[in-house]
């Protein structure tokens, strides 16, 4: 049974940074794409950045580009979400996803999903 967690939220001041963490469990992933989600209150799930995981293609939102580094650790099964220069309108809760083989922007083509973490950006 596939089992994302995410871990590493809370409150940041803007210009801070944070560190998501996404521990993958219950099958290999060398095939799958992961990627990392938001949705603020009040608005709809929207696309952060993916990586593939064996080749660590990353592709991101123009929202984060240059701000927000996806990249994964074998060893640990875990994707990382490095999240730099935060504003406010990243406040949001942080989802991260999984679907097979090829790269994704779409909610709804992502087959696996955590529970999500909070974060918070002050102005």
């Known amino acids: 049974q596939v089992q994302l967690v995410e871990s590493g939220g809370g409150l940041v001041q803007a210009g801070g940074s944070l560190r998501l963490s996404c521990a993958a469990s219950g099958r290999t992933f060398s095939n799958y794409v992961m990627g990392w989600f938001r949705q603020a209150p009040g608005k709809e799930r929207e696309f952060v950045g993916n990586i593939h995981w064996s080749l660590t293609i990353t592709y991101y939102a123009d929202s984060v580009k240059g701000r927000f580094t996806i990249s994964r650790d074998n060893a640990k099964n875990t994707v990382y979400l490095q999240m730099n220069s935060l504003k406010p309108e990243d406040t949001a809760v942080y989802y991260c996803?999984?679907?097979?083989?090829?790269?994704?922007?779409?909610?709804?083509?992502?087959?696996?999903w955590g529970q999500g973490t909070q974060v918070t950006v002050s102005s």
């Open positions: 996803a999984a679907k097979k083989r090829f790269p994704s922007v779409r909610v709804d083509d992502y087959e696996y």
